[in-house]
């Protein structure tokens, strides 16, 4: 009998060949390497042809992205007519010898570029960051099914453990770029928690990205039960998520500000914390308390004091972490003022996104703009956002796309409904949407790490709203395309009107004598006031939200002028209200109250948010206009320690920068201390890879039975310590620890009353040997170790080490 061998299964270039040829998707597609490989494109086509088996310009495009990553010619054999009319549609032609060809895309209409042969907008991307990667602890294994076995680098190792180690009552301010894992320090928090973490974040869109998040990654603790919280969604009862705080089956809930401090959340965040169940409160995007608070969304300078509340319900135990990408310096200090104090620390690590190649184009003729776009999205690589500012132009332009054949279009604006929203973002992750048209309420953290183009078709009102849009881009950590098309005198009307509005000088002189008037006297100078008061002038003119939000940015204002100090916020009810109840505000104030020159004491903090609103305009006129390089505008705007990483302004571009030529995350050295040292001579393992099992029982036991948490590894017993410790701690406890390479011991951070033990092999390593960190640091050595230097003086005793011969004598000791 003659056995037959299977057939090989198909490669996922063979499945796209026979695809085009028969018009016809498989069931079962290859999946590629990467989301920046050659073949990622076939994969997409394929995708959507089984999901809408008649061709559109949506196929004609992925037809194209997959000549153009190959290099501009893609061999086939044939083609069925109706894709073959799509692919020419997009620039796509079919030779006699069976190739699919593609020219690059030069678009006559941008700025400042100059192609060199075979270059276009529609370059093959590459990846542009170099690996930074670290082996994780087994702990981390636990999550995302498995899957995570690694730090995606040293930097946000740090800020992981910076969360996991936050001290109760604390406030860490955490920073790392767009795409570098910042999330990853909530959701350990929340994984090694007992108690509740709110996470507070500035749109829906995002409350439902990282409430999906969270419950892939952690998947291993279904307890947790994340969640978010929305007023207006459907699949999503206010009512049954309040519920699930109060029994315990929600420890991790993503929410606004405004439900937070105002809304319906309140009362249940303030119960948790009163009886100890509120353990952390993560602000995620808080530099949105700085560029929003003061002016639009007034609840997130509010969430400060509601924090303070919290802190005090909690007995002092509340922990509080600040996440951005982004921090500017203005924004690092007002974040220190209003959250900080005694217990601040700070790790902010910011590096300028390599992954953007930004190019641009100026329109006068919203017709020509509209062509422009057209011809652009006939061209450019998917998945693709385009980016707009009002709700009808996005309404308007999803509607355009669609007409003109692009199918896979969806909309997502300030005024999609709650159960759109959901629907959307599933689609999305999903790969269902080739073309997301969007305001920004599509904009912050909303995380798809396979985004090759980000499209602006208006005038972004500053510089930072723009990087974190086109940051949506390129999380692959990939090339990616920003392409600004703004028709210039239309589009920049928009954004100054979204300029922040100031109140006149007669409008503050009459809301302050009413907020005066209606205001009742407390103890120890406190004036407690209402935030619904309402002059007879301005009956009619302001809704009943409208007004309260006025009354309260009145009141910020004044906070930041530091003419009052706000020391109180409460409900009290009162059934005339719409809501059954009134907010009052409790402030103390360091000025005359009667004293109505407030508009003359307010003038220089208006005329200084007025001209910083301004300069994030005037910024971008000077990238459009070609006088200033975006890295330099964005240097400017987050301090000069940011790290500038660029290569794809229109200005760096030619420099050709090698991706391994980018700079590391970089953060400050570690904290010197003068901690106690011992010289441990261990009886009970020798060096060799046999003796790692002894190694790693005496290492559990200091986690489990001791606390300590912090440890060195020699470089090569690291791999087989660490498998050896996930057969002891098995990832899915409650232990963490650190275990950090020799190699990587320069940039330890550790708390100053920590103990780091360190595990050395038969030859010393001096590196760790040379570690000042913590309050004590242990060396532990196998028994056939040269412990005695040439003099015959143990390591380290002329630096006062205490020398301990044996390791059970150590262990009493300690």
């Not at 549609?89 to 006559?108: E, H, N």
């Not at 001579?681 to 020798?686: G, K, L, N, V």
């Not at 590894?713 to 701690?729: I, K, Q």
């Amino acid at each position: 009998m003659v056995s037959v061998s299977p057939s090989p299964e198909p490669t996922l270039r063979e499945q796209f060949r026979a695809a085009l040829e028969s018009g016809i998707a498989p069931e079962m597609i290859v999946l590629p390497p990467s989301t920046w490989h050659p073949d990622y494109p076939c994969w997409r086509f394929l995708s959507l042809l089984r999901r809408c088996p008649t061709p559109t310009l949506d196929h004609g495009v992925l037809l194209r992205q997959a000549v153009r990553w190959s290099g501009g010619k893609f061999f086939v054999g044939g083609c069925t007519p109706a894709l073959t009319t799509v692919g020419t549609a997009c620039g796509v032609t079919l030779s006699a010898a069976g190739d699919l060809i593609a020219a690059p895309y030069r678009p006559t209409w941008l700025l400042d570029e100059h192609w060199l042969d075979g270059q276009g907008l529609d370059e093959a991307p590459v990846p542009a960051i170099p690996d930074e990667s670290l082996p994780a602890e087994p702990w981390l294994w636990s999550l995302a099914k498995g899957q995570m076995r690694s730090w995606h680098s040293a930097a946000q190792k740090e800020a992981c453990w910076q969360a996991l180690t936050a001290a109760p009552g604390s406030t860490s301010l955490l920073g790392l770029p767009t795409g570098a894992g910042k999330s990853l320090s909530f959701q350990l928090a929340a994984r090694f928690s007992a108690g509740v973490t709110i996470v507070v974040v500035p749109t829906t869109a995002l409350a439902i990205h990282q409430a999906l998040a969270a419950k892939d990654i952690l998947a291993d603790f279904p307890h947790l039960g994340p969640r978010y919280f929305s007023a207006n969604d459907p699949t999503s009862d206010p009512a049954a998520v309040r519920a699930a705080l109060r029994d315990g089956s929600c420890r991790l809930l993503f929410a606004s500000p405004e439900s937070c401090v105002s809304g319906s959340l309140r009362a249940v965040i303030d119960d948790l914390a009163a009886a100890g169940r509120l353990d952390t409160l993560v602000v995620d995007e808080a530099h949105i308390i700085d560029s929003w608070g003061g002016h639009f969304r007034v609840e997130f300078q509010l969430l400060a004091l509601r924090r303070n509340q919290w802190l005090a319900l909690s007995g002092g135990t509340l922990r509080t972490l600040l996440l951005s990408a982004t921090f500017t310096p203005h924004c690092l200090d007002l974040l220190r003022t209003m959250f900080g104090g005694d217990r601040w620390q700070q790790f902010a690590c910011q590096r300028l996104r390599p992954e953007i190649s930004y190019f641009r184009g100026g329109f006068t003729v919203a017709d020509d703009r509209e062509a422009a776009l057209l011809e652009a999205l006939h061209h450019i690589p998917r998945p693709l956002i385009l980016y707009v500012t009002e709700v009808d132009e996005a309404i308007h332009l999803r509607e355009v796309l669609v007409n003109a054949g692009f199918a896979a279009t969806e909309c997502f604006h300030g005024d999609t409904s709650g159960s759109d929203r959901r629907r959307l973002l599933l689609a999305w992750r999903s790969n269902e949407i080739e073309i997301m048209v969007a305001t920004s309420a599509f904009g912050m953290g909303v995380d798809k790490p396979d985004v090759r183009a980000v499209v602006h078709a208006c005038y972004p009102e500053n510089v930072n709203r723009y990087y974190q849009e086109v940051g949506r881009g390129g999380r692959d950590g990939a090339k990616s395309i920003a392409l600004w098309i703004p028709v210039i005198p239309k589009d920049r009307r928009v954004a100054t009107s979204l300029l922040p509005r100031m109140l006149g000088a007669d409008l503050i002189r009459l809301r302050w004598k009413t907020l005066l008037a209606a205001a009742r006297d407390k103890k120890d100078s406190v004036l407690d006031m209402p935030t619904n008061a309402k002059h007879q002038r301005l009956m009619g003119g302001r809704s009943y939200g409208e007004n309260v939000r006025w009354n309260k940015r009145l009141l910020l204002m004044m906070a930041r002028a530091g003419l009052i100090d706000i020391v109180g916020l409460q409900f009290e009810e009162d059934a005339s209200e719409p809501d059954g109840r009134v907010e009052r505000v409790s402030i103390r104030c360091n000025f005359v109250p009667s004293d109505l020159r407030i508009a003359e004491m307010l003038r220089a903090s208006r005329e200084r948010d007025l001209g910083e609103a301004k300069r994030g305009i005037t910024a971008l006129d000077d990238y459009l206009a070609g006088k200033s390089k975006i890295c330099r505008l964005l240097r400017r705007e987050y301090g000069a320690e940011t790290i500038i990483a660029c290569g794809g302004c229109f200005a760096c571009r030619d420099e050709h920068l090698d991706p391994h030529s980018i700079p590391a995350l970089d953060f400050d050295p570690p904290r010197l201390t003068k901690p106690k040292l011992d010289i441990v001579a261990t009886e009970i393992f020798s060096s060799g890879a046999k003796a790692i099992g002894a190694v790693a029982d005496r290492v559990a036991d200091l986690v489990r039975e001791h606390g300590l948490i912090h440890f060195l590894c020699a470089s090569d017993l690291l791999n087989s310590l660490t498998t050896a410790l996930a057969e002891r701690l098995i990832p899915t406890s409650r232990y963490y620890y650190r275990l950090d390479d020799a190699r990587e011991i320069g940039r330890l951070n550790v708390d100053p009353a920590s103990h780091v033990v360190a595990i050395h092999g038969r030859i010393p390593d001096r590196a760790m040997l040379r570690v000042r960190a913590g309050s004590r640091v242990s060396h532990l050595f196998p028994k056939d170790a040269q412990i005695t230097d040439a003099n015959e003086r143990v390591l380290l005793t002329h630096d006062g080490a205490s020398f301990f011969p044996s390791y059970d004598e150590w262990l009493r000791q300690v």
